[in-house]
């Protein structure tokens, strides 16, 4: 089989890595051993199984991996291409022996084969059709007397669909047919004649889905037509009803005719379709050469043959296709196929490969036909595999490396972008890259050459310079920035070197458009140096002082400011905002940045000037240490002789301690509580401070002696009776309060209600203070009525020795009137106890005599034994009995722990013996009142235990066991 023979100089370009890649070295790569490079194709030989000696392949086609060889004895031989040997079928046509097949034909799916056949004694012609799956035939009776020569299957067939669609059917005689089988021919019906004399046979016929149209009614279909002296294209849209493609062959508006001259030799049609797409290119082998051009399915356009004709839809590339032409005294092939790039060229003994792209023959192959040559080939366009086949021998063509040199003629040409897609390796596609840019460059286009040159391996150093040697400063950029991008992040040193140059680029031509007065360029420079300073590679690989002092260097404040804030070096951005007295900013930066010392170190200067703005920005930080902001308090404070100068900044410093102590914080720092007191006892309204006190007296965090000295100090009286009280000095706030106010004294009189001594006492204190400072005998009697203490002989000292009674007269009537009360009351209450006395007495005298009768039939509750066979209880009010034992064991289940050791004690020594008399009777006693508590059965003991199981759980299995059935 040959292994391919690729190895002659390809294009007629280079034969070799090296020669390809003489000046490699111009780009930074280091030359490297390069391995020997497949051949472009590669035939091996196929062996599908004995043949007799007799036997001989007239036909085959192939598709899907599979192989249909129509041998010499008018059989089909059907075979996988996986394992050709194992994987064979035949199918036997049962036809005559002077029958022989014509033509054979299978769709892309492999699913239907037509066979044609002519009858040599007849001289007839007849088509059968083999159903999917099957290996029997079908004859075709309206076929009959038409040589199939050719067929174009449906582009819509699908693998699982039973019919062939509607398809074409091209015939010897130039006529095209369509027709749709299934099982058998539904129609056949006329759609194309070639007008040809004499006539001309149909060579190859192809119909393609035109992709652009996807509405079911608007469908358009590519079809081409190919005889042995011209070929038809025609474009259209196909009927909904049959014959689908009548309007498109009929009408002469569709048809784009060619003709070659020549001597009439073979033809064929050859495409390439990655299969399912449609193809993108054909060739069409006639006599004078072969014919190849390229199509696009996507973008269908119009074609005028001349300035008169109607511009006809086509799918072809370009006004006319490319002619490959024989040499005069060359051998013509016998058959073609195409590939991506290649056409491939069946001769009698070999077969070569064309390059599409330069008309070149870069492969020429011998193949040994068994003394018969070759026959024909065969191409799978599913696998995209070729077969050459002879009438004893089949060959595999495999396109094994046929991109090899691609590249290289796209470069040839200046097709960069296409030479890219086609490289193989990274030395290639750095050959392109700076191919192009050095077309770019010496095109005048720096920056597009910029982007390239960063793109290869050439010299940073030489690219650098040359840029700077023609002044293209824009381009150097451009060129920097690329290669930023393409560095390995283990390049720091250079990563750093080009970082700094760009920031020196960027505010070098800030400078310049300032100085122009450019001012929309100079906000679009400065929006992108911006950018390319956030640019997380600029980040990681910028030396941090060295930009600073760049920036710095230029005078550009905006700049060094936003690149302070990306470095997140905000003391200095705040620092800037506060000596250009833009507080606001200063605020606004200090809040995004997440060090709170630096709210400690600017609060004092910002209360002094946005004291709203400022607690607005502590508030909204919650987890700021109040303790460590009063210094910026203290210090607002004391840029002024008193509060009432800096009204704001007092009432926003209180806001916020406000803020921590209040439901939002609810901070216990004695330190806060304590400024915080101390703030509003400098306020001339003693509400905030009253209310301060009152909200925390249960639970001060302040220092109570540090707030009454505070409060004293500033002469706060009802402060200072509040805090007494908070303190537990209710004489001390009593007797503040007197001073101030007396429903105030009378508040924290009644304070002390732990204490009733102590109250009183501060209400004879009031009392007194009334009576002797005010001198009110009326507001005494009023204290005296509002508590429950004091009586009128308690203040009677209190007045002076000539008041007249006339003042307190309805009180001491009232204070005898409660005396003779609480005497009548206590006589009624001796009166009831001693008829209790009597009661109880009688009760007891009763239950001496009560008795109870117990038959002798009776039965004790618990063991079911007469109650008379032995010592037993009886409880009278409910009847039940209980032997002694039986009703101990019982109560013991109910008794708390240390009430059933203790009459575990009484048994032990009731049982030893060594008791006295009066001992045991003591202990029997002491039992009796136990176990005789309560009955069991009747009393609280049982309802008590209503929740529990009537079966214990020790005795479940027991009863389980008396419960199953057997």
């Known amino acids: 089989g040959g292994g391919g023979g690729g190895g002659g100089a390809a294009y007629g370009v280079s034969s070799g890595f090296d020669e390809t890649y003489d000046d490699i070295g111009g780009s930074g790569f280091v030359a490297a051993f390069q391995e020997d490079e497949q051949p472009l194709f590669e035939n091996r030989r196929v062996d599908v199984g004995p043949m007799s000696p007799g036997q001989q392949i007239t036909h085959m086609v192939a598709s899907s991996s599979v192989l249909v060889l129509a041998m010499s004895n008018n059989n089909l031989l059907k075979v996988l ?147 042995r002296r011209q070929s038809f ?83 072809m590339k370009g006004a006319q296709p490319n002619l ?68 004893r021998v089949i060959y595999r063509i495999d396109a094994k490396n046929e991109t090899r040199d691609v590249w290289q003629l796209y470069l040839d040409t200046q097709q960069y972008s296409k030479a890219r897609e086609h490289c193989n390796n990274p030395q290639q596609i750095d050959k392109v890259l700076t191919a192009e840019a050095e077309h770019l460059f010496s095109e005048g286009d720096f920056v597009r050459a910029a982007d390239l040159f960063a793109k290869t391996q050439r010299s940073f150093e030489e690219v650098a310079l040359r840029f700077l040697q ?5 381009a150097l950029k451009s060129f920097l920035l690329r290669k930023l991008k393409t560095l390995q992040a283990r390049e720091k040193t250079q990563l750093t070197m080009v970082c700094t140059w760009l920031v020196e680029i960027y505010l070098n031509t800030l400078n310049s458009l300032k100085d122009e007065g450019d001012t929309e360029g100079y906000t679009v420079l400065q929006n992108e140096f911006r950018e390319f300073l956030q640019d997380p590679r600029v980040e990681q690989n910028l030396d941090k002082p060295t930009a600073y002092d760049l920036i710095a260097s230029h005078g550009n404040v905006e700049d060094l400011t936003f690149f302070a804030s990306l470095i997140e070096d905000f003391e200095r951005v705040i620092s800037h905002h506060v000596q250009s007295a833009e507080y606001l900013l200063a605020l606004e ?22 004291p709203r703005e400022t607690v607005e920005a502590c508030i909204r930080r919650p987890e700021l240490d109040p303790r460590q902001l009063i210094p910026a308090f203290i210090k607002c404070y004391q840029q002024h002789e008193s509060w009432e100068q800096d009204s704001e900044a007092r009432s926003q410093a209180i806001r916020y301690l406000e803020w921590c102590v209040g439901d939002s914080m609810r901070n216990r720092d004695p330190a806060i509580h304590n400024y915080l007191l101390s703030l509003y006892a400098k306020l001339p309204d003693d509400g905030p401070l009253l209310q301060f006190l009152d909200t925390h007296g249960s639970e001060p965090m302040y220092d109570l002696k540090y707030a009454l000295r505070l409060c004293t100090q500033e002469a706060k009286k009802r402060a200072c009776v509040t805090i007494y009280s908070t303190m537990g000095l209710f004489e001390e706030a009593v007797d503040h309060a007197l001073s101030v106010d007396l429903t105030l004294a009378m508040r924290n009189a009644e304070a002390a209600e732990d204490d009733e001594d102590l109250r009183k006492k501060l209400w004879l204190r009031i009392a007194k203070h009334v009576v002797m400072e005010e001198k009110n005998i009326d507001k005494a009697m009023q204290v005296m009525q509002r508590n429950d203490l004091l ?35 206590l006589k009624t209450d001796m009166f009831a106890a001693t008829e209790s006395a009597k009661a109880i007495r009688k009760d007891i005298s009763d239950l001496q005599n009560k008795y109870t009768v117990v038959a002798s039939k009776d039965k004790c509750k618990l063991s079911g034994f007469p109650l008379l066979s032995r010592p037993f209880y009886t409880f009278p009010a409910c009847g039940c009995g209980f032997i002694s034992e039986y009703l101990v064991a019982e109560v013991k289940k109910h008794l708390r722990p240390f009430e059933l050791r203790r009459l575990e004690e009484i048994e032990d020594k009731l049982a030893g013996g060594d008791v006295s008399r009066s001992q045991r009777t003591a202990l029997e006693a002491e039992l009796d009142e136990v176990v005789c508590e309560d009955c069991p059965l009747c009393g609280e003991v049982l309802i008590e235990t209503i929740d529990e199981s009537f079966v214990k759980p020790d005795e479940q299995a027991a009863y389980v066991s008396k419960w199953t059935l057997e």
């Open 589 to 610: 930066m200090l809040y995004c940045q997440p060090n709170l010392e630096l709210y400690y170190r600017f609060a004092p200067t910002l209360m002094q000037h946005v």
């Open 470 to 474: 023609s002044g293209e400063i824009e």
């Open 233 to 315: 294209q025609f474009m259209g849209a196909g009927n909904p009803e049959p014959p689908m493609f009548g309007n498109i062959l009929g009408n002469n508006q569709n048809r784009r005719p060619m003709e070659l001259p020549g001597e009439i030799g073979e033809s064929a049609l050859a495409f390439f379709a990655p299969y399912p797409n449609p193809p993108e290119s054909f060739a069409w082998l006639a006599g004078c050469g072969v014919s190849y051009g390229f199509l696009d399915f996507r973008d269908p356009h119009a074609y005028r043959g001349h300035a008169k004709q109607e511009p006809i839809e086509t799918v």
């Open 324 to 391: 490959y032409e024989y040499s005069k005294d060359g051998e013509q092939p016998i058959a073609i196929a195409l590939t991506e790039f290649h056409l491939i060229m069946l001769f009698r003994e070999r077969y070569s490969a064309l390059c599409l792209l330069n008309e070149k023959v870069v492969l020429s192959e011998g193949l040994a036909g068994g003394g018969r040559g070759m026959s024909g080939l065969a191409y799978d366009p599913v696998m995209e595999i070729m077969y050459a086949f002879s009438p």
């Open 81 to 227: 291409t996986t394992n050709p040997a194992e994987n064979r079928q035949a199918i036997d046509l049962g036809r005559r022996p002077e029958d022989r097949v014509v033509g054979l034909f299978m769709d892309p799916t492999a699913n239907h084969i037509i066979v044609c056949l002519r009858n040599e004694r007849e001289r007839q012609f007849e088509t059968v059709y083999i159903p999917p799956a099957s290996n029997k035939f079908v004859p075709l009776k309206k076929f009959k007397g038409y040589r199939v020569t050719a067929v174009g299957w449906n582009p819509e067939g699908k693998r699982d669909f039973r019919g062939t669609r509607e398809i074409l059917i091209g015939t010897a005689g130039g006529a095209i047919f369509e027709t749709e089988i299934d099982k058998d021919c539904k129609y056949l019906r006329p759609v194309y004649k070639v007008e040809a004399d004499p006539p001309e046979a149909i060579c190859g016929l192809r119909v393609d889905r035109v992709m652009k149209n996807a509405r079911p009614d608007e469908r358009k279909y590519f079809i081409m037509v190919a005889t």
């Open 791 to 825: 009586k009128i002989e308690d203040i009677l000292p209190f007045f002076p020795d000539f008041v007249t009674i006339d003042h307190f007269k309805d009180a001491i009537c009232t204070s005898l009137e409660d005396y003779n009360h609480d005497i009548e009351k």
